[in-house]
């Protein structure tokens, strides 16, 4: 879909407007803006743009978007923190295996960077501190589960 960069405010405000209006149940709301929200991200001089489509709209219509543009700010704070979440252990698992141990092998940073799952990167913190070695940290737990 080719939208030309003057209208993509418009584009975005008018497909949430008729969201607005059609009174769907509120899964198939949440997954059509959604769509919108990310196939229609905006710079910010189109989030001004957007903002003032939507100044010109009625009360009501207003009032429906704003809620679907709420839940989207809220939804990328939380996925922002989780990633924040995820990140910092990981960072801290590695931390300790080089104070522990000074020098960590390419394959355990690599392999402890792709670890997304936040009970996992727990269970790695607490074996970065408990192992006797690289050897047992290497082979004690996640790090076979994630190949």
Not at 65 to 85: I, N, P, S
């Amino acid at each position: 879909m080719r939208i030309a960069p003057s209208d993509r405010a418009q584009v975005k405000a008018e497909c949430l407007r008729l969201l607005a209006t059609l009174e769907l149940n509120p899964e198939k709301m949440e997954f059509i803006s959604g769509f919108i929200g990310t196939y229609l991200r905006l710079t910010e001089d189109e989030e001004e743009q957007f903002k003032q489509a939507l100044e010109r709209m009625d009360l009501t219509t207003k009032e429906r978007m704003m809620q679907f543009v709420t839940d989207w700010q809220e939804k990328g704070r939380q996925e922002g923190r989780q990633e924040g979440q995820i990140t910092q252990r990981q960072e801290d698992i590695l931390r300790i295996l080089e104070v522990r141990f000074e020098e960590i092998p390419d394959e355990i940073r690599e392999l402890v960077g792709k670890i997304e799952e936040i009970e996992v990167l727990g269970t790695l913190l607490v074996q970065s501190v408990t192992a006797q070695s690289l050897e047992a940290f290497d082979v004690c737990g996640e790090r076979n589960n994630t190949q």
